[in-house]
């Protein structure tokens, strides 16, 4: 009997809570390969994984001023949670959900400036706080307003122009990105500006996964990316481990373009040219002399997956150089090769690999967040 069909007749919870990642990664084993393959491991990551994580909601630039209001779906192609980010004409921003409470009708179907919201439904009318605010029609009805008749809120976070949205977050938003914080501090973060001409979108026929596990690890740039290894200092190159995030210090070779890193600085007298953060479960915050390349994973179906490049810029003069340049051919590299290990972990000959202690710190921490989501109730 081949894996896949021992997959289709098992539990899917007898399987998940069996599955262990030792947090001794000298002894641990990798995820099992139909973890990556099967559409009920897929659909139970939708509500464990991504409903309970943050997600990159929207630019703050779209939601500069009183009145301003921007209609969002949350993880397109997965979660597609309608939310609306406002800010009320007190200068407070809300984000809360863009579906009207009387008969479940979008509210705000694109961005503008508002005095308040109406749906064009029935006509029901909310403040830009969120606050039900009117009804025609609806005199004689018993317990009515109430509560449930505003647009139920949800929390939501930003760091510098990014703003994040969780429908029910597993941790607080500054657990996320604490460390980001405390370590790119100096970095102009409110400075930077969407470019959208150089962002971009790829599909990548492979489990979301399997693409956050080949961001985790330097260990194949030198076999997969020979134009970023003449940028990078292979042996320079470090992963941190923290609660929520990974970090990997993309050491560059001398004459590279790199930050200039402030006095006192944790990594000064180190020549790095970026920072490659991993947010959990499936964001990469990409920092840059030149600015920020954010990358964001949607899980469209178990075996297909679309990434959003999302370029924020606050240096122009440094686009073209170091190892934030050719980001494409990174990129085109990365899919052809994940896309391998998709059909690779299909077959009846794999069941599960082993970490290099020395280069796959991040990947071990993914798949051990990962399982401890699957198996939360």
């Known amino acids: 009997m081949g894996r896949g069909e021992r997959g289709e007749r ?13 947090p001794d990664i000298r002894r641990a084993h990798t995820l099992p390969a139909w973890i990556y393959s099967d559409a009920a491991i897929h659909a139970l990551q939708r509500e464990r994984v991504f409903a309970r994580s943050w997600q990159w909601a929207a630019d703050a630039d779209h939601v500069k001023v ?39 009708t979008i509210v705000c179907e694109q961005a503008g400036v508002e005095q308040f919201l109406r ?3 029935h006509g029901r009318r909310f403040a ?24 139920k809120p949800f929390p939501f976070g930003q760091l510098g122009k990014l703003l994040f949205a969780s429908l029910a977050p597993s941790c607080p938003f500054e657990d996320l990105v604490s460390d980001v914080r405390r ?3 100096f970095l102009p973060f409110d400075r930077a500006v969407h470019d ?5 979108e790829y599909l990548v026929q492979a489990n979301w996964a399997l693409y956050c596990d080949n961001y985790l690890e330097g260990f194949h740039i030198p076999y997969v990316h020979a134009g970023l290894a003449q940028a990078i200092d292979y042996g320079a190159y470090t992963s941190e481990v923290f609660r929520w995030s990974t970090l990997q210090l993309g050491v560059t070779q001398t004459g590279v373009e ?14 790095v040219g970026a920072y490659y953060w991993w947010l959990y479960p499936n964001t990469m915050l990409n920092l840059y002399p030149w600015g920020i390349s954010l990358n964001v994973v949607h899980p469209l179906d178990v075996d297909r997956t679309k990434v959003s490049f999302l370029s924020f810029v606050w240096d122009g003069s440094k686009l073209h150089r ?45 798949h051990q967040l990962l399982v401890e989501a699957m198996q939360r109730a």
């Open 10 to 22: 098992g539990d899917h919870g007898d399987r998940v809570s069996a599955v262990a990642i030792d």
């Open 66 to 104: 009183p009145g301003a209001v921007q209609p969002v779906s949350l993880l397109e192609g997965a979660l597609d949670e309608p939310l609306l980010l406002a800010r009320d004409r007190d200068d407070r921003l809300h984000c809360y959900s863009n579906v009207c409470t009387h008969r479940g």
């Open 119 to 121: 749906c064009r439904y």
């Open 128 to 151: 830009l706080d969120g606050r039900f605010l009117s009804m025609p029609e609806f005199e004689g009805v018993s317990g009515f307003p109430s509560a449930a008749d505003d647009l």
């Open 183 to 185: 370590r790119c501090a």
């Open 196 to 200: 959208p001409t150089r962002s971009r």
């Open 258 to 271: 790199a930050f200039a890193l402030p006095a006192g600085h944790p990594d000064a007298g180190t020549h």
């Open 322 to 366: 170091g190892a934030g340049a050719g980001l494409d051919r990174v990129e085109r590299e990365d899919e052809v090769i994940v896309e391998s290990v998709q059909r690779g972990t299909r077959a009846r000959a794999y069941e599960r690999g082993r970490y290099s202690p020395a280069r796959e710190t991040g990947v071990h921490r993914f």
